[in-house]
C-alpha cells in the first residue's frame, strides 16, 4: 500500500469522507490530487472536474488509468413551508434503503449539516401504502428546523446532500463505508502512480492517472480526459459485484469475492491484448485475480475510453464489493493493494513495439487459473479453467 497501512488508511477515510456527488467532486478531487501530488511529474485539473496525475516518459506510447471519484447522492430540490427539505437522486438509488438514512447537507456558507432522511412510518399507512415500494418522492430530511427560513438561512436549492456513514473496519481484512463506489478505485489509481514512481526507469510509456467526474450520471469525465490524454492503452478501474453473500445469482453475475483479488473483464469492451497483458503480469508476479465475461458495454469508464477519437485499446479492473450504491459497502482492503500492483505490473509490460490491433495472432488467451480457495477442512481446490 502507501509507506505503511496507518497512512494509506487516513488516505482512504479522508477521501470517503470528502463528499463528492456527480457535479459536486472538488472536496474529494482535492484529497486526491494532494495525496497523488509527490508521486508525479505534474497534476492539473480540467474545466470539467477530472484530476490528472501525470508521469512523463517522453514515450510515443500512453497508458490512460481511470478511476471516477464521484459518488451517488441527493440534491435539494424544494424546501417547505414546514421546514422539511424535499430532494432529488443523484444517481440510482434502492428506495427501501435510502428511508431512515442519516445524511449530510453539504453547504457553501455553513459547511455540512446533519440531518435525517423522514418518511410516514408503517403504522400510520394504510394496508395498500405498505404493499408499494418507497418512493424517494415521499421522503425528506429534516435537520430539525422549526420552519422554511430557519431553513433557507443555511441551505440553497441546489445543495448536494450524501450519506453519514463513516469508514469503518470489520472482521480480519474488510472494511466497510459509503461511497467505495468508486473511490476505492481513485485510490488505486493514486497508489499505481506510487508504485511506478518507485521505479521510473522501467517505465516505457507516459501515464495518466485520472481521477475522473460524472460517471454515475453518464460517463462523462472518462469521456472527455479520454480526449485530452490521447492514450494509446486505457484500463478503468471501478467495483464490481461480488458474489460471496447470500441472495446473488452466480449464473447472472459470474463468481468473485472479497480478498479474492481484482477482478480482470474480458468481453466486448475489452482490448484482447490489453487482457492478454494484465493475465501475463498478474501471473508472473503471483498477484491473486478473478476473471468476469461482460458480453457489451460495462457501464464503467472503459465503455467512454474504448470509443474514445480513433479508439482506445482497453481493459477493466474491478475491486469485488457487497451491496453496491449502499451506506454499508463492503470491501477487503487486500483487493485494493493487489489492484495497484497489478496495474504497475502491467504498465511495465506495456512497450510501443506492442500491437493492440485485434489479430488472430494476439487473440488467444493466455491459459489461466483463478487463484486457489480452501474449503472447509483446509484443504486447497482449484477455481477457474
Excluded at 225 to 239: N, R
Excluded at 281 to 293: L, T
Aim: with cysteine.
Amino acid at each position: 500500500m502507501t509507506e505503511n497501512k496507518s497512512s494509506f488508511l487516513c488516505f482512504f477515510e479522508n477521501i470517503l469522507n470528502a463528499p463528492s456527488p456527480s457535479g459536486y467532486e472538488q472536496p474529494a478531487a482535492h484529497v486526491w490530487r494532494e495525496a497523488t501530488r509527490p508521486y508525479v511529474d505534474e497534476v492539473k485539473t480540467d474545466v470539467l472536474g477530472n484530476s490528472y496525475g501525470i508521469l512523463n516518459s517522453n514515450s510515443a506510447v500512453s497508458v490512460m488509468l481511470a478511476g471516477h471519484t464521484d459518488e451517488i447522492g441527493f440534491i435539494v430540490r424544494h424546501i417547505s413551508e414546514q421546514g422539511y427539505i424535499y430532494f432529488g437522486s443523484i444517481g440510482g438509488h434502492d428506495g427501501n434503503i435510502v428511508v431512515g438514512q442519516r445524511v449530510l447537507v453539504h453547504t457553501i456558507e455553513h459547511g455540512s449539516i446533519p440531518g435525517v432522511i423522514g418518511k410516514k412510518p408503517i403504522h400510520l399507512m394504510d394496508a395498500r401504502d405498505r404493499e408499494k415500494a418507497s418512493s424517494l418522492f415521499d421522503m425528506f430530511v429534516d435537520i430539525g428546523a422549526t420552519g422554511r427560513t430557519e431553513v433557507e438561512e443555511k441551505v440553497s436549492i441546489g445543495d448536494p446532500i450524501t450519506y453519514s456513514a463513516p469508514f469503518q473496519l470489520l472482521e480480519g481484512d474488510l472494511y466497510a463505508a459509503h461511497a467505495v463506489d468508486d473511490k476505492a478505485g481513485a485510490i488505486v489509481v493514486s497508489e499505481t502512480l506510487r508504485l511506478l514512481s518507485e521505479t521510473r526507469d522501467q517505465l516505457s510509456t507516459n501515464v495518466y492517472g485520472v481521477c475522473t467526474v460524472q460517471e454515475e450520471v453518464g460517463i462523462r469525465g472518462a469521456r472527455t480526459s479520454s480526449y485530452v490524454t490521447g492514450a494509446t492503452v486505457g484500463v478503468a478501474i471501478d467495483v464490481g459485484h461480488a458474489s460471496d453473500y447470500p441472495g446473488v445469482d452466480k449464473r447472472k453475475v459470474g463468481e468473485s469475492k472479497l480478498g479474492g483479488g481484482p477482478v480482470i473483464t474480458r468481453g466486448a469492451n475489452i482490448n484482447p491484448q490489453v487482457f492478454n497483458l494484465l493475465i501475463e503480469a498478474a501471473k508472473a508476479e503471483g498477484i491473486p485475480y478473478q476473471v468476469d465475461a461482460q458480453g457489451g458495454g460495462t457501464g464503467t469508464d472503459a465503455n467512454a475510453m474504448q470509443l474514445n477519437q480513433g479508439g482506445m485499446a482497453t481493459g477493466l479492473i474491478s475491486i469485488p464489493l457487497r451491496y453496491m450504491h449502499t451506506p454499508c459497502e463492503v470491501g477487503a482492503l487486500s483487493d485494493i493493494e493487489n489492484s495497484a500492483k497489478l496495474l504497475a505490473a502491467f504498465i511495465r509490460r506495456v512497450t510501443p513495439e506492442i500491437d493492440f490491433t485485434p489479430s488472430l495472432s494476439n487473440l488467444k488467451p493466455p491459459r489461466y487459473s483463478q487463484p486457489k480457495t480452501k474449503d472447509a477442512s483446509g484443504e486447497s481446490e482449484s477455481e477457474g479453467a
